[in-house]
């Protein structure tokens, strides 16, 4: 790869989080100059080194970088038409699943709106509820989220890495994986979507890994993750 490339890979997106970091609340700049400094090193580690994995590491970096400001300049709300809330209006959401659970320690009897007659698999709900325990704030489930989409993004690249052996194939597949508008999208939502789309990422992953060394663990693997993801 030509050191040329290094421009467009490292300015435009430190111009970029330089910007928008500009307009920022103040806690959320000091977790992008952060991000930013890491990137500098990483960047000066490749001029140094020439490996393409700093490059991947790179773009993973931006592709959680853009993720975390997509989830700290929307409200939760822009997205979660059914959000719910905690007022005994009779609005049924995914927040009054996840506070039912966390306050009376069990599931909730309620179906979630009168007209869908149908609950939710109760896996999100339980570990929305455990996180919550253990750091408060509603709106920060959005980053329970966020670790959600960012697993995807990297199961994604290693489903893929195993059969590719040029290295610029390898970059755009990671550029591919860590900028897929539905893990951006999801990274802010409060829904049982993002787990369900993680989990069912790590059984195909699981599956690929079967077809190649035809290990039943694997398999076993697979299975039990895609039922966990429906």
């Not at 959401?93 to 039912?100: D, R, S």
């Not at 597949?173 to 897929?180: D, G």
Request: hydrophobic share 45%.
């Amino acid at each position: 790869m030509k050191r040329s490339f290094l421009f467009p890979l490292f300015c435009i997106p430190l111009v970029f989080m330089a910007f928008m970091s500009h307009f920022s609340p103040e806690n959320i700049q000091n977790v992008f100059c952060c991000i930013s400094l890491l990137y500098i090193i990483s960047g000066y580690v490749f001029y140094r080194r020439h490996d393409t994995a700093i490059v991947i590491y790179l773009i993973f970096l931006l592709g959680f970088t853009l993720k975390l400001f997509y989830i700290a300049y929307t409200p939760y709300w822009l997205r979660q038409h059914d959000a719910g809330n905690f007022a005994n209006d009779g609005e049924r959401g995914h927040f009054e699943y996840i506070y039912y659970i966390l306050t009376q320690h069990t599931f909730p009897f309620f179906h979630q709106t009168p007209d869908w007659p149908i609950y939710h698999p109760p896996l999100h709900y339980l570990i929305s509820a455990l996180f919550l325990s253990i750091c408060s704030g509603y709106e920060n489930l959005q980053y329970l989220s966020f670790a959600y989409t960012g697993g995807c993004c990297i199961v994604s690249y290693l489903c893929f890495s195993p059969w590719i052996k040029n290295d610029n194939i390898r970059i755009l597949t990671a550029l591919f994986c860590s900028f897929f508008p539905a893990f951006i999208y999801l990274s802010g939502a409060l829904n049982n979507d993002p787990l369900s789309a993680f989990l069912s990422t790590l059984s195909v992953f699981y599956f690929m890994r079967y077809l190649q060394n035809k290990k039943r663990v694997a398999f076993v693997l697979s299975a039990v993750f895609l039922g966990l993801a429906g």
